[in-house]
């Protein structure tokens, strides 16, 4: 080589790529509402002891039942005269303090009953658990009501009832959390190495049952608050001349007709404090939930957004083909950070073509197999450029009812893990009947027939038998036999098969393989094939596309891709396959990582692991050249025919 090979230049570390508190609760408009209300509210109650407002204990008769935007009193008064603002404001701010306090003493005392119960197990749980129990089986108003009643009226004894009731609902939750965690194998690292019991309970299980505590407390405030605004409302909490808005509201209901505002203001009140509160919970529920930390913000859509320029929309090749992939690129939005998982692909499957690719993983082999039929979910992923052409149909302009009657019909998936394909509730044969059914006009027995027939084409035993059992009742690679029976089930034009080879052993995988090639040739499928394995590559696949950060770094025919590979990266993906009857040949992992796909260095993304890398090979965007029709590399420095990498 005529240059030093350089090392890769380093780049900036990215910020970081996971959306903060802040982002997460400010995409929540409801949450961020309720947040504002109720900030406005506590502030206000906060204040009150500074804020100009007259006593709100001093009566007034000669002012009795003023109504709202009086002079001196903007929110009217009660029947004694006394002012409804200021009583409103220091009623709330009573009530913001019982609701607090009832919820932290009742998370205190039930998480402790919890983690206690659900850590030590055995006779310590039963104990805790029945006792509970017996709590829990008295309805809890009527409990609350009894406790006030043995203790007498009072605000502070309502507190205590309120607290106490709600002291099942933390221990039940967090019982059932801990009982989990403390058969996880940190749990058990922290006894070997000599931890009390204690410390493991405080130091091991707590922090991770600290996010449910707050969850269950954010959305247990506001059921408090109207807990006690009950209980005072009956006359049972807050006794005059002190004011909550539970008592307001109790007093006002005698005159609701003749003076309906001094009942209707306290109830708004009480409305507008929980519905915040309730509103806030909810957001901070969703902040502490870690798939939302990772970039899902909202639930995904049917379909992959499409978020490319119609100007630049490329034409489809001139060859026939029933499937053309052109410039696809695929993105994920997740916090600030953008992942380009596909970054430009071509893609030409004619009829009958076994068409295999090859890469390590996460350089993007799924995610273009899954972008061709929107299968990849929004958010956080993006359709950004490129188009997509089934026999000269742009399916990435196509509408959503057409694309649901062309899955499963005319393009057919076979996904790596079966169990996640196959429904656990439901027989393969319903499942197998609704794959057929979804497309085709048939019912009665000539679906049962179909659907005995395609189990005996994927060569199952005893087929008709085994349309009742579940798919557990299955092995794997009986279950895979399912799910490629359910891809055959309306003859699709188009196979994409994603590593479904993958979790199976050795035989089970050569039968499997065995099949789909033998079924291809008699239905003329056209089949997409995504694996790993250059090994399973040689067997099945006519040509190969070798990907690597996203992008095709070589493509071209089986044969002489895997006799004579041009790529440095395809030589040594290849090298790392082992050779029956060659012992002595030495199996090396290929040195370094795949770069990450939202920092990815300029030039070649492979030169920083790449022997041959010059400084060339990191300047300007490297292109596919096609030799020919079929054959193709993205390297600047490609490899002779026979040159070792």
């Not at 379909?303 to 100007?311: G, Y």
């Not at 092995?475 to 895979?480: E, I, L």
């Not at 399973?536 to 770094?553: E, N, P, Q, T």
Request: proline share 7%; hydrophobic share 45%.
């Amino acid at each position: 080589m005529a240059e030093t090979t350089l090392s890769a230049p380093a780049k900036p570390a990215p910020n970081s790529n996971r959306p903060g508190t802040a982002a997460l609760l400010l995409n929540n408009t409801l949450a961020t509402s309720g947040l504002a209300v109720l900030l406005a509210i506590c502030l206000i109650a906060l204040a009150a002891p500074i804020l100009p407002l007259p006593d709100p204990d001093v009566t007034a008769p000669a002012n009795r039942l003023l109504p709202v935007f009086s002079e001196g009193h903007l929110l009217g008064t009660d029947h004694l005269g006394r002012d409804l603002l200021s009583r409103l404001i220091w009623g709330t701010r009573v009530s913001l303090a019982v609701g607090l306090s009832a919820t932290a003493i009742a998370a205190f005392f039930g998480s402790l009953l919890g983690l206690v119960a659900g850590y030590a197990g055995g006779r310590t749980d039963a104990v805790i658990m029945r006792g509970i129990d017996m709590v829990m089986a008295f309805p809890y108003i009527l409990l609350a009501l009894a406790i006030v009643a043995v203790l007498g009226p009072g605000l502070l004894n309502a507190l205590y009832a309120i607290a106490l009731v709600n002291i099942p609902f933390f221990a039940r939750n967090i019982r059932g959390i801990t009982l989990g965690l403390s058969r996880r194998e940190f749990v058990d690292a922290a006894r070997l190495s000599g931890k009390s019991p204690v410390q493991i309970l405080f130091l091991e299980i707590l922090p991770n049952v600290l996010p449910v505590i707050v969850i269950t407390m954010s959305t247990t405030i506001g059921w408090m608050i109207l807990e006690t605004a009950g209980l005072s409302f009956l006359g049972l909490g807050a006794q005059p001349p002190q004011a909550d808005l539970g008592s307001m509201l109790g007093e006002g209901r005698k005159i609701l007709f003749t003076a309906p505002h001094v009942s209707i203001i306290p109830g708004l009140m009480i409305f507008a404090l929980v519905m915040s509160i309730n509103l806030f919970g909810d957001g901070v529920r969703d902040i502490l939930d870690p798939r939302l930390r990772a970039g899902s913000l909202t639930r995904p859509v049917s379909r992959t957004a499409v978020e490319r320029d119609c100007t630049s929309v490329p034409q489809p090749s001139s060859e026939d083909g029933v499937l053309d992939v052109r410039g696809m690129r695929t993105e994920f939005q997740i916090g600030s950070s953008v992942y380009k998982a596909v970054g430009g692909v071509d893609l030409h499957l004619k009829q009958g073509e076994c068409l295999g690719i090859v890469g390590e993983s996460g350089s993007g082999k799924s995610v273009t197999a899954m972008s061709i039929m929107g299968l990849v979910p929004t958010p956080p992923g993006r359709i950004s450029g490129g188009a997509a052409y089934l026999e000269g149909e742009d399916l990435f302009a196509a509408s959503n009812r057409r694309i649901k009657d062309l899955r499963g019909g005319t393009v057919a998936y076979v996904f790596q893990d079966p169990l996640s394909t196959l429904h656990p509730l439901f027989t393969v044969g319903d499942q197998l009947k609704e794959a057929i059914s979804t497309h085709q006009p048939l019912s009665g027995k000539a679906l049962t027939d179909k659907a005995v027939e395609l189990l005996t084409l994927v060569r199952i035993p005893n087929a008709k038998e085994r349309l009742s059992a579940y798919p557990h009742e299955l092995s794997g690679g009986m279950r895979q036999r399912v799910c490629i029976a359910m891809a055959l089930a309306n003859d699709a034009k188009v196979l994409i098969a994603d590593e479904p080879t993958t979790a199976l052993d050795v035989t089970v995988q050569s039968q499997v393989l065995t099949l789909m090639n033998g079924l291809r040739r008699e239905k003329n499928t056209a089949v997409l094939f995504i694996t790993h394995d250059f090994g399973v590559v040689s067997a099945l696949c006519d040509r190969v596309a070798v990907m690597y950060a996203g992008k095709i770094v070589e493509t071209g025919t089986t044969e002489d891709v895997l006799s004579n590979p041009r790529h440095p990266y395809t030589a040594k993906l290849i090298d790392c396959v082992p050779v029956l009857g060659q012992p002595e040949r030495r199996v090396d992992a290929i040195e370094g990582r795949p770069p990450v796909v939202n920092n990815l260095p300029d030039g070649c993304a492979f030169a920083a692991r790449c022997p041959r890398a010059r400084a060339a090979c990191r300047r300007g965007e490297i292109e596919l050249e096609m030799t020919t029709g079929d054959s193709g590399v993205r390297c600047l420095f490609p490899l002779g025919k026979g040159e070792d990498a």
